[in-house]
């Protein structure tokens, strides 16, 4: 049934219209470039024909979002080449051994850049509906990732799109690495494949009909096409693990052949010692993987012997398949910089269990999903819908992405006529231009029909465009209304991607629909990254300012009484974090209550009795459903019965709905109660309790750190400094306390995830019962082979075990388990951060102080680096600054942010005072020496008859601005900036002093503390 058949005039989005070219710039356009025969003989290389066009994401515009005015790639370089001087300036052994000047280096080389975050986004479709295809198109590659021809899948494992850093959005290389599975997942995987092989050509003889049994199909049981398919790929498996080796190939067949092998262990041990060796001959590390770096996405004809394309490289990895856990390719690309991870996983309804695991396994772990379907079919596609409402559920509508691929396929082109009246008639572009380009040939004789046939093509498409966009809005209401969706012809995206195309597609670049997609995509993480430059450019950055004044401003002749008061600090310090990790050892366990009550257990189990007898009744369950179904961990993928009232048969779900209220359908196994959604809840609500007791013991630090302070007999400009560092500290406590409650809420969420999820065999419930369904499955053929069965299951499941627990008691123990647990992680990972930042806070104040080395010649070269380097760093940083929304404004930058050479800064506990100039051309040691200070420095005496420059009190380097209030911040501006030159005409002073020889401007130091 077509989606849509009326044609409806609707005004085309601007993403959708692709340049119209006159009819002579078509003509310049070359028609066909392959390469003739007689080149191909001669090996002609391609490079001397002639390319065509090839669109490029990277020209298209990026969407109306601030971030991406922002210039983000500009700013990062020229930062990245500042901090890269000074790091070089200061290389060197003789200052990296002065502990404070190499602290200052490896944090300048650890923070080489904004935080790079990443947004897994899952492809998922069926196979040959378009997933690879699509994934060229939108990383801009054309053989990047493996396309199939026709509707054979060529996805056989998880592959994931990452950015490399520092890759330019055009390049062709990129860095793969193969991941193995490990030791004992190999063995699982071969197991299972020896016994479907033994399965389908060694089946158990059978016994001796019972009355009892005359119902049982097991008597005249036939192997099933499932089982032959499954018998072949498992014989794949074992080929692959013995190619190569020439003995190995010839013992594979005589070993099969024997069935005794299958239950002594032999063939198991065998195979599993080659699959290792297999592996090893192929370079594989101890990390389980193989790396290939700067892999062309296609060789030139002089490439060097033993080099891979991407294409060679992606077969190596097909070849092994079945041992492959998955491939990660990291590359350049638009989409990619911006922090998306694309993955492309094998397409659902696969028939391989350890794959759809695998898959499964990605799309939990992703931030969203993008669902791929073709538009002739993705109206009444049920496989679909599911896949929708499975990415709703788990991941939420905004980040559920619809796309209907081949619309050009789903609706028939308009004819002649049609199309004719409609670039007459429809005043929307590209219609009118699509006119004047056809009018501007109506009195050229020498016209090509072939110029007027492409016009008539572009409007075809645009009308399938125009017959597509009611269509998404239609399905996305049939969704709820939320998630996203858009239509693309991903095919003609990809060949516009290929230089060296037999012709151009009839659908252009933008019409294909892929670079709105792409726009689409951006957005997604835009508002994110904005706040992330901005923590690095308002807070990060400008630390780094911070520690460079620290080192070129000490306080000298209190290194006593500042040591006394770091003592009380950490033994406060230490009191806190160690109430609250004593808080989450108690709570972290008592706020996991049970699931059930004893009699709710009963109930469970009675249940789940109930439930086996549905599951084994021959009049219900053919037997070789029943039987494959336990081979397959109560899940198969393939079966004849139609049980359970048409739904898919999954014995995992049936036992998660006898102990909880089922979201569909209701049965008589299913229970009434929705136990574990209310076992969630009120760990919710009992989360509060753990979260402020765990914060409590922090946000009570906050006032005995100033009492602290207060107590201590140091000067105030001492005084000043420490407060002014802890208040930027406990700003960023601050936050880590706010956000601590919505992580506890989190991590809740996700194991209530993880322990209802029953849809493979990789999930809670399903490993749970890896044995229960082995032990049933190997019960004795033959008559009462359904009682034997049946009594095996509910031994396991019903039935108390040695420990006197039934399987309801392991479920309840194994997640509530795996709350606490998560609750202890994320609590401790808090936890770890505060004591992290205290102890951050306590080496600052160390640096208050002059140290032993201070008047060392390697101490006092460092100083005159960082002087001459400091402006230049703290210009660049207003510059960039400057950028950010709110931020326009230089002066009102300069009295908000004070990143500037400041000549006047208000200190924490007196009125305004000059700050002291160091002069960088004078001797060094002339201003720190013994009884000499300059002239009219206002600053804390010292013991030894020397001064240092005040604190600055206040400071909002750190802080930022807060958008939402800059219009009132702005009001106070006019009446502080006045005051900003008459401090300026101060500053000639000072020069006119200076040596002639030497003409350089001084450096104001300024502490921000």
């Not at 939420?396 to 009246?421: E, F």
């Not at 029909?449 to 572009?458: G, L, M, R």
């Not at 706010?738 to 809740?748: H, Y």
């Given at each position: ?683 919710k609500h009992k989360s509060t309790e753990i979260s402020n007791s765990i914060t409590g013991p922090i946000t009570d630090l906050w006032a005995s750190i100033e009492d602290v302070i207060t107590a201590s007999s140091a000067p ?137 080395v201070y008047n060392t010649s390697q101490h006092v070269a460092a100083r005159k680096v960082l002087r001459r380097w400091l402006p230049e760093f703290q210009d660049l940083l207003l510059d960039c600054q400057r950028r950010f ?125």
């Amino acid at each position: 049934m077509p989606l849509i058949l009326l044609f409806c005039k609707i005004h085309m989005h601007s993403d959708f219209i692709d340049e119209i070219l006159s009819r002579e710039e078509w003509e310049k356009r070359t028609k066909r470039s392959q390469p003739s025969s007689s080149q191909i003989l001669r090996k002609k290389s391609r490079s001397v024909l002639e390319p065509k066009f090839k669109h490029k994401p990277q020209d298209e515009k990026r969407p109306d979002h601030v971030f991406f005015t922002l210039d983000t790639a500009n700013m990062d370089t020229k930062m990245n080449h500042m901090v890269f001087k000074v790091l070089t300036l200061l290389s060197g052994q003789a200052y990296e051994n002065i502990e404070e000047i190499g602290a200052f280096m490896q944090k300048l080389q650890l923070n080489p850049g904004p935080e790079t975050p990443e947004w897994h986004y899952a492809l998922i479709g069926k196979h040959g509906e378009g997933k690879s295809t699509l994934t060229n198109c939108l990383l801009g590659r054309h053989k990047l990732a493996g396309v199939s021809k026709g509707t054979k899948s060529c996805t056989q494992f998880a592959t994931e799109f990452r950015y490399k850093a520092g890759a330019n959005d055009d390049t062709d290389k990129s860095d793969v690495t193969i991941s193995f599975f490990d030791e004992l997942q190999l063995r699982a995987h071969l197991e299972e494949n020896i016994m479907r092989y033994g399965r389908f050509h060694h089946p158990t003889s059978e016994e001796e009909e019972s009355d009892e049994d005359s119902l049982d199909p097991a008597l005249t049981r036939t192997l099933t096409k499932y089982d032959e398919y499954l018998s072949k790929e498992a014989y794949d498996v074992l080929r692959i693990i013995v190619k190569g080796d020439e003995q190995a190939e010839e013992k594979l067949d005589r070993h099969l052949n024997h069935p005794e092998n299958f239950t002594n262990g032999s063939l198991i041990e065998f195979y599993h010692r080659k699959q290792r060796e297999r592996l090893q001959a192929l370079g594989v590390d101890g990390n389980n993987t193989i790396v290939y770096l700067n892999v062309p996405d296609k060789l030139d004809l002089e490439h060097e012997q033993g080099e891979r394309d991407i294409t060679a490289v992606r077969k190596v990895a097909e070849s092994l398949a079945p041992f492959v856990r998955s491939v990660k390719v990291a590359t350049g690309g638009m989409l990619l910089r911006y922090g998306l991870v694309l993955v492309d996983i094998p397409g659902y309804g696969d028939l391989n269990q350890a794959r759809i695991a695998s898959a499964n396994v990605h799309r939990r772990s992703a931030h969203g999903e993008i669902i791929i379907g073709a538009a002739s079919r993705i109206e009444d596609s049920e496989d679909l819908d599911g896949q929708i409402t499975r990415s709703r559920k788990a991941h939420g509508d905004r980040n559920t992405i619809l796309v209907m691929n081949q619309i050009d396929k789903a609706y028939d082109a308009p004819d002649y006529d049609a199309v004719r009246s409609e670039i007459e008639e429809n005043k929307e572009s590209p219609f009118p231009e699509l006119h004047i380009a056809l009018e501007a040939t109506e009195d050229d004789s020498d016209a090509e029909e072939a110029y007027d046939d492409h016009i008539a093509s572009v409007a075809q498409c645009a009308m399938v465009r125009q017959f597509a966009e009611p269509c998404e809005d239609a399905l996305k209401q049939r969704h709820g209304g939320r998630i996203s969706v858009y239509s693309v012809v991903a095919s003609a995206a990809h060949d516009w991607l290929d230089p060296y195309r037999a012709e151009d597609p009839t659908w252009g670049p933008y019409m294909s629909g892929v670079p709105h997609l792409r726009r689409g995509l951006l957005c997604l993480t835009a508002e994110q990254k904005l706040q992330i430059y901005h923590k690095h450019y308002f807070q990060i950055l400008p630390g780094f300012v911070d520690d460079a004044q620290r080192i070129l401003t000490k306080t000298v002749g209190q290194k006593e009484i500042l040591a006394t008061t770091r003592r009380c600090l950490e033994q406060c310090f230490r009191n806190a974090i160690r109430g609250s990790r004593a808080a989450k050892d108690v709570n972290s366990i008592s706020i996991v209550l049970p699931i059930y009550t004893g009699s709710e257990k009963n109930t469970v189990t009675k249940r789940i009795k109930a439930l086996i007898q549905v599951w084994s009744a021959p009049t219900v369950v053919q037997f070789n459903t029943f039987m494959h179904t336990l081979v397959c961990r109560g899940i198969p993928t393939s079966y004849a019965s139609a049980a359970y009232r048409g739904r898919d048969i999954n014995w995992n779900r049936d036992l998660l709905d006898t102990m909880e209220t089922p979201a569909d359908n209701s049965h008589a196994y299913t229970s009434l109660e929705a136990y574990l959604s209310d076992w969630k809840v009120t760990i919710k609500h009992k989360s509060t309790e753990i979260s402020n007791s765990i914060t409590g013991p922090i946000t009570d630090l906050w006032a005995s750190i100033e009492d602290v302070i207060t107590a201590s007999s140091a000067p105030l400009a001492l005084k000043g400094r420490m407060r002014g560092a802890w208040r930027k500290v406990k700003h960023v406590i601050r936050d880590m306390v706010n956000r601590f409650p919505e992580q506890i809420t989190a991590a809740i969420d996700k194991v209530y995830q993880e322990v209802t999820t029953e849809e493979d065999i990789g999930c809670m419930i399903a490993i749970m019962n890896i044995q229960t369904y082995k032990d049933a499955a190997y019960q004795r053929r033959g008559k009462k082979v359904y009682t034997r069965q049946r009594r095996s299951l509910i031994r396991s499941l019903c039935d108390p075990d040695s420990n006197g627990r039934m399987f309801v008691d392991r479920y309840e123990n194994a997640a509530m388990n795996k709350m606490t647990e998560r609750i202890a992680q994320v609590s401790e990972e808090f936890i770890a951060a505060v004591d992290t930042k205290l102890k951050e806070f306590v080496r600052i104040t160390k640096q208050f102080m002059e140290t032993d080395v201070y008047n060392t010649s390697q101490h006092v070269a460092a100083r005159k680096v960082l002087r001459r380097w400091l402006p230049e760093f703290q210009d660049l940083l207003l510059d960039c600054q400057r950028r950010f929304p709110g931020q326009q404004d230089q002066q009102d930058v300069q009295f908000m942010g004070s990143i500037k050479r400041a000549r006047s800064s208000e200190c924490e506990e007196s009125a305004i005072k000059k700050i002291k100039v160091e002069d960088e051309y004078e001797d060094e040691n002339s201003i720190i020496s013994e009884g000499k200070t300059d002239k009219g420095t206002t600053g804390d005496s010292t013991t030894d008859g020397r001064k240092t420059a005040p604190s600055c009190g206040k400071s909002v380097l750190n802080k930022g601005i807060d958008w939402s209030r800059g219009a009132k911040t702005n009001k106070l501006m006019p009446k502080t900036n006045k005051l900003m030159p008459k401090t300026n005409k101060l500053m000639p002073k000072p020069n006119k002093l200076m040596p002639k020889p030497k003409p350089k401007r001084a450096s104001m130091i300024v502490t921000n503390h």
